[in-house]
Antibody, heavy 119, light 107 residues
Framework: QVQLQESGPGLVKPSDTLSLTCAVS?????????WGWIRQTPGKGLEWIGY???????YYNPSLQSRVSMSVDTSKNQFSLKLTSMTAVDTAMYYC????????????WGRGTLVTVSS | DIQMTQSPSTLSASVGDRVTITCRAS??????LAWYQQKPGKAPKLLIS???SLESGVPSRFSGSVSGTEFTLTISSLQPDDYATYYC?????????FGQGTKVEIK
């Protein structure tokens, strides 16, 4: 079955850059889907971070746009997130997900990875 | 930005109860709304899209409806497996904002 798996450091120091990767298995990342990152905190709930298409086209949440970048590696069937200038408020569960073709909702999610920002 | 106001934040109900969760959009989003179920330690799971279209494999006791900008998720007869947190998400554009969530607890 189709699976998404996030990977990256569980602990990041303040002011550092977070780098996460989402590996997609049993499904081509070149299919007609956008791929997204979402984070979840107790305080702000679910927050979309951005979307990326296999071509490299992106949409970012305006509230994070100055700090976020996403990329895709079709040869490895994975996509990535970078979030700069991390602070404690960026401590969250980070999910990668697939959008339903032609729509902006998420029909398949990874298990998530907990990222803590602390010195 | 479109805001999604979900209510209630917490709901206590017994097995067999009819449960209703509401999500109100700050402006028209047509029927571009999805509902997700999230259990502790798990990722959200898609239940309904386009306001009322049930995903394959989702029990028929779940249903969605819309009236103007007010969307409703109904569980006709609450089952033990349904105790979870439910989120709405508008997807009228790529700025797909989520509601704050409704936790369904055991009464």
């Amino acid at each position: 079955q189709v699976q998404l798996q996030e990977s990256g450091p569980g602990l990041v120091k303040p002011s550092d850059t977070l780098s996460l990767t989402c590996a997609v298995s049993n499904y081509s990342i070149r299919s007609s889907n956008w791929w997204g990152w979402i984070r979840q905190t107790p305080g702000k709930g679910l927050e979309w971070i951005g979307y990326i298409y296999a071509s490299g086209s992106t949409y970012y949440n305006p509230s994070l746009q100055s700090r976020v970048s996403m990329s895709v590696d079709t040869s490895k069937n994975q996509f990535s997130l970078k979030l700069t200038s991390m602070t404690a408020v960026d401590t969250a569960m980070y999910y990668c997900a697939r959008t339903r073709t032609g729509y902006w909702f998420f029909d398949l999610w990874g298990r998530g990875t907990l990222v803590t920002v602390s010195s | 930005d479109i805001q999604m106001t979900q209510s209630p934040s917490t709901l206590s109900a017994s097995v067999g109860d009819r449960v209703t969760i509401t999500c109100r959009a700050s402006q028209s989003i047509s029927k571009w709304l999805a509902w997700y179920q999230q259990k502790p330690g798990k990722a959200p799971k898609l239940l309904i899209s386009y306001a009322s279209s049930l995903e394959s494999g989702v029990p028929s006791r779940f249903s969605g409806s819309v009236s103007g900008t007010e969307f409703t998720l109904t569980i006709s007869s609450l089952q033990p497996d349904d105790y979870a947190t439910y989120y709405c998400q508008q997807y009228s554009s790529h700025s797909g904002t989520f509601g704050q969530g409704t936790k369904v607890e055991i009464k």
